[in-house]
Each structure stands twice: as structure tokens, then as C-alpha cells.
């Protein structure tokens, strides 16, 4: 690998131990092993990533230097979102209303009325980032009595059986 005139071993050393930001530090950490000629099998090994990392690290040294290198952040951007923050807003306003049963129920009227379009993991991601959980009601079996679970509730259950000898 070419390096850089000014990119000796002190100089990658000094940046390197200088970082604060501990995903940049073993980024810097790694490039300035490869500057001591280290194997990328042995600079993967001691900053703890894997070798396809480091040969991708060394791909941005090599095509702009530390600039380069620099350029790039780990993590990503992601997907733009589909809905803007007013659209999240009024969906979010939508579900606390409690009309929706269904998490496919909220898909649907969010492609009526935005004419945008989810999968159901997307949806569930969507309402998981919104803090919404939609609320229904707990099944109730036909045969229930209502009078006697009032009861209980109230704390008939709590008296004391008559003591059979």
C-alpha cells in the first residue's frame, strides 16, 4: 500500500491515541498497525474486528488517504422515512384514538391516506419508533358471569371458606 508522505507510524500513533471517539480510535488504531506493516489477519485479530473490515479500511486509505478515511462513519445513514414528522404525528394521534384493532388495520389506512405503502415487520417497526401500541379490549369467554367477577373483584374471594372437619 502506498502511504503518504506525512502519514508516518508517530504521526498515525500521535492521531490515534489522541481520538476520543472509541469507533474512530479503533479505526485509527487499526490503520496505524497496517502502517507498522502488520498483516490485516493480525490487525483484525488485535482491534477486534473482522478481516473484511480491515481490508475495507484500507481501501479508504487508498483511495484518498486519511481524508478518505476519514470521510466515512460507521452505522450509516439508513432509509430516508416514508412519512414526514407531521404525517408520524397525526398517526400516532390516530392510534391513541383507539379505533385500530389491527396492526394491519393501521397499514391500511396509512396507505388510504398517504399512499404510502409497509410490510407488516415495517409497520410493527413503524409503531415500535412512534411508541404506539394499539389497544384491544381482552377476549371474554360467552359463558362468563359477569356478576360473579365484579364480585371477586371487590373482594368476595377474599373470605374465608367455612373449615370442613
Known amino acids: 500500500m502506498e502511504w503518504a508522505a506525512a502519514d508516518t507510524p508517530a504521526a498515525l500513533q500521535q492521531r490515534y491515541q489522541a ?3 472509541p469507533q474512530r480510535r479503533s479505526q485509527l488504531h487499526g490503520l496505524w498497525l497496517l502502517r507498522r506493516d502488520w498483516t490485516l489477519e493480525a490487525v483484525a485479530e488485535a482491534v477486534g474486528v473482522h ?3 480491515v481490508q475495507r479500511w484500507a481501501a479508504w486509505y487508498r483511495d484518498g488517504g486519511l481524508a478518505e478515511f476519514a470521510r466515512h462513519k460507521l452505522g450509516g445513514k439508513g432509509n430516508p422515512p416514508r412519512l414526514t414528522p407531521a ?3 397525526e398517526v400516532a394521534n390516530e392510534v391513541a384514538t383507539g379505533r385500530f384493532r389491527t396492526a394491519a388495520e393501521i397499514r391500511d389506512w396509512i396507505q388510504a391516506t398517504y399512499g404510502v ?3 407488516e ?3 410493527y417497526s413503524l409503531l415500535g419508533r412512534l411508541r404506539c401500541r394499539p389497544k384491544v379490549p381482552r377476549p371474554q ?3 362468563a358471569d ?3 367477577q ?3 373483584k371487590k373482594g368476595a374471594a377474599n373470605r374465608r371458606s367455612p373449615v370442613r372437619v
Open 146 to 148: 359477569e356478576a360473579a
Open 51 to 53: 478481516y473484511r473490515t
Open 121 to 123: 415487520g415495517g409497520m
Open 141 to 143: 369467554h360467552v359463558k
Open 19 to 21: 481520538e476520543r471517539d
Open 150 to 152: 365484579t364480585a371477586w
Open 117 to 119: 405503502t409497509y410490510t
Open 87 to 89: 404525517q408520524q404525528a
